[in-house]
């Protein structure tokens, strides 16, 4: 069987991160027909903005994509094309596992967390405007019983299907009574359908301390948007950094497989940075294909690589200047050839 992927190279460092991991996924044999989208920062010139039309069509056509990050300009400029497609798609989950692998220096070593990001409200509406402009600006946070629903569903299903103990919901509803509130309740009644998995809240500022002090404790978590995007950077720090951290993004029959990090800029063009977060990003679109040999193949390849230490980008070793560090794509053929 052939499968048909949108794959989007992204900007700045995307690129280079989707050709090592494409090379990566078809050693593994499974057959691929890429449909190459352009859309980013680079594009803008070309196409007048940079998520252009073929992009969305494409991913609905094909119903799973693979995607290097794209650059967002802060404070002004267009939105971020990674929410519009998240959006427009309405790919509601953000699901971030945040697993150690031998090999990688961290603070900790037993540490297995999934987190499970509401990925289409809350602050990310983006609906906010200047009440006075340059003195006061205004944001509107949105929480809907549907979006908290189906996130924390999807988080309970994904626990009972890998055999997890526990799912956490975290949220601010001391301080955020209605938007919040409204989340917890949701998650308290969606946690009944669910006895045979444990169900407890934490609230997001304890959380993040209880993260660092006793992150084995904790197993899935599940929680708005931009708790989400900052727990989850969070726990990338507490297994290696955002060069190992994969991540999907699920709706109902269309996925988008991209990593944690984003573009960095600063190291574009230079085959510098880690491909495994976009690598193991394949690995979670292997599984969701079903191809499960070919996920588990790529996966034992780059923790060989990783545990042997050698064939590593910079970030991987011991000092950043450590002259051993190889490239990209040079990290990307010892994977090839450990498979
Ligand atoms: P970033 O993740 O791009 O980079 C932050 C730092 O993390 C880098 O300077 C680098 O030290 C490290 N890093 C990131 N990826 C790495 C890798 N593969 N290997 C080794 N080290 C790595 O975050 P940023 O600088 O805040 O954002 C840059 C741009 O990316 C912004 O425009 C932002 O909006 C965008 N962004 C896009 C996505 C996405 O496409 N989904 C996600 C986050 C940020």
């Known amino acids: 069987m052939v499968h048909r992927i949108t794959l989007i190279p992204g900007d700045g460092t995307g690129p280079e991160l989707i050709e090592a991991a494409r090379r990566v996924l078809e050693t593994t044999g499974v057959q691929f027909d890429w449909d190459v989208q352009e859309a980013g920062a680079?594009?803008?010139?070309?196409?007048?903005?940079?998520?252009?039309?073929?992009?969305?069509?494409?991913?609905?056509?094909?119903?799973?994509?693979?995607k290097g990050p794209i650059t967002t300009p802060v404070g002004t400029g267009f939105r971020s094309v990674n929410v519009a497609i998240r959006k427009a798609l309405d790919l509601y989950v953000n699901l971030r596992p945040a697993r150690h692998m031998p090999g990688v220096r961290s603070r900790y070593e037993d540490i297995d967390l999934v987190v499970v990001r509401e990925n289409t409200e809350c602050l990310y509406a983006g609906i906010e405007h200047d009440v006075i402009p340059g003195e006061a600006a205004e944001s509107?946070?949105?929480?809907?019983?549907?979006?908290?629903?189906?996130?924390?569903?999807?988080?309970?299903?994904?626990?009972?299907?890998?055999?997890r103990r526990k799912v956490t919901a975290v949220h601010k509803a001391n301080i955020l009574k209605a938007t919040d509130g409204l989340f917890l309740g949701v998650a308290r009644e969606v946690a009944l359908d669910y006895p045979d998995i444990a169900f407890e809240d934490r609230i997001v500022d304890n959380m993040?301390?209880?993260?660092?002090?006793?992150?084995?404790?904790?197993?899935?978590?599940?929680?708005?948007?931009?708790?989400?995007?900052?727990?989850?950077?969070?726990?990338?720090?507490?297994?290696?950094?955002?060069?190992?951290?994969?991540?999907?993004?699920?709706?109902?029959?269309?996925?988008?497989?991209?990593?944690?990090?984003?573009?960095?800029?600063?190291?574009?063009?230079?085959?510098?940075v880690n491909p495994t977060a976009t690598i193991l990003s394949g690995v979670l679109m292997l599984r969701y294909l079903g191809e499960t040999e070919a996920a588990d193949k790529v996966q034992d390849a780059v923790a060989a690589v990783i545990a042997e230490g050698r064939d590593v980008t910079y970030d991987m070793k011991p000092t950043r200047d450590d002259p051993t560090a190889v490239g990209t794509q040079e990290m990307a053929d010892a994977i090839i050839k450990a498979m």
């Open 42 to 66: 680079d594009v803008m010139d070309k196409y007048g903005t940079p998520l252009p039309e073929g992009v969305l069509a494409s991913i609905r056509e094909n119903g799973v994509g693979l």
């Open 140 to 163: 509107i946070r949105i929480i809907t019983r549907k979006a908290s629903q189906r996130v924390v569903r999807f988080a309970f299903e994904y626990a009972r299907a890998h055999g």
């Open 208 to 272: 993040c301390m209880q993260l660092v002090q006793r992150p084995q404790e904790y197993d899935v978590l599940v929680m708005p948007n931009l708790y989400g995007d900052i727990v989850s950077d969070l726990c990338s720090g507490l297994v290696g950094g955002l060069g190992v951290a994969p991540g999907a993004n699920i709706g109902d029959g269309l996925a988008v497989f991209e990593p944690v990090h984003g573009s960095a800029p600063k190291y574009a063009g230079q085959n510098k």
